[in-house]
């Protein structure tokens, strides 16, 4: 009778609970749903961004609503992005395209193939000031904007107030402005990398 009850014992016995799976970068997800566990700003359910790795844990790394980011920001928009970096800040933009913008002092670069910045006739597609690096880009639909004397300089990219513009891999086609119907540059230096200018329109000077 003893062995029996002994035995009732053992049988009704609850499992150990299992113990949780570590989360080493404290982000809510354990390693065993989250696919990068160093990372806290990946996890499943994670915004997507453009900076080459699967941020949502969905198995696709190349999200076409991926957000452009900065200095570990991410925004809805390029302009709305860039309006996030500071000085010396490195900008992704993600594929895809947009509207023209301003940059001041940072780092612009296109993630991947198809990064196209497109004026659509409304000023430069890029007005750069200050120290600045354009890369992987298509710059198109400019009608350039102020530069010195002329209203319409720089259709493709504006560099007129830029000290020193670094422009590498970089596309400039199918704009046009009174003077550097692809680019105008002022007092700067100018670097092109690996860039092509072709099918441009400078109406007084420079197409």
């Known amino acids: 009778m003893r062995t029996l009850f002994l035995l009732a014992l053992v049988a009704c016995k609850k499992p150990e609970p299992t113990p949780p799976a570590e989360d080493a970068d404290s982000d809510g997800f ?32 190349s999200d076409t609503s991926a957000s452009h980011i900065v200095e570990g920001q991410a925004g809805s928009n390029l302009a709305e992005t860039i309006a996030l970096a500071g000085p ?22 296109g993630s991947g193939e198809g990064v196209i910045i497109d004026a659509a006739g409304a000023g430069s597609a890029i007005r750069a000031t200050g120290t600045v690096v354009i890369q992987d880009l298509v710059l198109t639909g400019g009608a350039g904007s102020a530069a010195g004397s002329s209203e319409a ?8 107030d830029a000290n020193h513009a670094t422009v590498a891999r970089v596309e400039i086609t199918g ?29 007084n000077g420079g197409g």
């Open 175 to 203: 704009n046009q402005a009174e003077f550097g119907g692809g680019l105008l540059l002022g007092d700067g230096r100018l670097v092109l990398e690996d860039v092509q200018v072709h099918g441009n329109t400078g109406t």
């Open 153 to 160: 300089g720089g259709g493709g990219l504006n560099a007129w």
């Open 30 to 61: 354990g390693a065993d749903v989250d696919c990068n566990d160093d990372d806290p700003q990946t996890f499943p359910g994670a915004p997507e961004r453009c900076d080459g790795f699967d941020n949502d844990c969905d198995g696709d790394a």
């Open 88 to 109: 010396g800040a490195v900008v992704v933009a993600c594929p895809g395209v947009h509207p023209p913008i301003e940059i001041d002092g940072i780092s612009l670069q």
